[in-house]
């Protein structure tokens, strides 16, 4: 079985300040490891993933996560955080023999950056 | 633009009654659908896998005459709440893998009030 946890269910931060939201999860079998961002009343975006490869994984907005697998973290982080980054963020993993399959998500990251 | 549509977007109806959610994969097809649930300020929850062509597989805990899931084709699957009551009330997330890459499209959601 798989587990995520996610620290800091709030984080509030002011704009242009760097941010770091973390996630350790848990699980007997490999796992490829997502971040996703959610804005109010809507469905979920794939913010970035780790399938494979380099450790770090980038996204088109400026954010980042790394896997760790020693501290089996993938703590998602941005250096100048933006008004419109004010979402919530949930960490999720999903077994490596369940390709395309259901992801476990961590409690979430409501994300909060004020001007 | 989308790939994965729900419909409706939000309902109101009234304690006792059915509601059906729609969910589409717009440009691929999928052989297995995800329905999750999620509470205000928490985290989503798997509900059920749904398969194309066969019984849904349901969750620990979600009653499986409650929530209805008929996966009838490679495009659509529906989740009926049968007999809603008001703490079936709750933000509904459908997802859909596209099998070729592996990726996971999330539906914008389905907000549910039953008065």
């Known amino acids: 079985a798989q587990s995520v946890t996610q620290l800091d269910s709030q984080v509030p931060v002011f704009e242009e300040a760097p941010v770091e939201l973390r996630c350790n999860y848990s699980s007997s079998v490999s796992v490829y490891l997502f971040w996703y961002v959610q804005y109010p009343n809507q469905g979920l975006q794939l913010l970035l993933k780790?399938?494979?490869?380099?450790?770090l994984v980038e996204s088109i907005n400026g954010f980042e996560a790394e896997f760790n697998k020693s501290q089996t973290s993938f703590h998602l982080r941005k250096p100048s955080v933006h008004i419109s980054d004010t979402a919530e963020y949930f960490c999720a993993v999903s077994p490596i023999y369940n390709q395309g399959g259901k992801l476990i998500f961590g409690q979430g990251t409501e994300l909060s950056v004020k001007p | 633009g989308a790939v994965v549509s729900q419909h409706p977007s939000w309902v109101i109806c009234k304690s006792g009654t059915s509601v059906k959610i729609e969910c589409r994969s717009l440009d691929f097809q999928a052989t297995t659908m995800f329905w999750y649930r999620q509470f205000p300020k928490q985290s989503l929850m798997l509900m059920a896998t749904s398969n194309e062509g066969s019984k849904a597989t349901y969750e620990q805990g979600v009653e499986k005459d409650k929530f209805l899931i008929n996966h009838a084709s490679l495009t659509l699957s529906t989740l009926t709440v049968t007999s809603a009551h008001p703490e079936d009330s709750s933000f509904y997330i459908c997802s859909a893998g596209r099998e070729a890459t592996g990726e996971l499209f999330f539906g914008e959601g389905s907000r549910l009030t039953v008065l």
């Open positions: 780790y399938l494979s490869g380099s450790t």
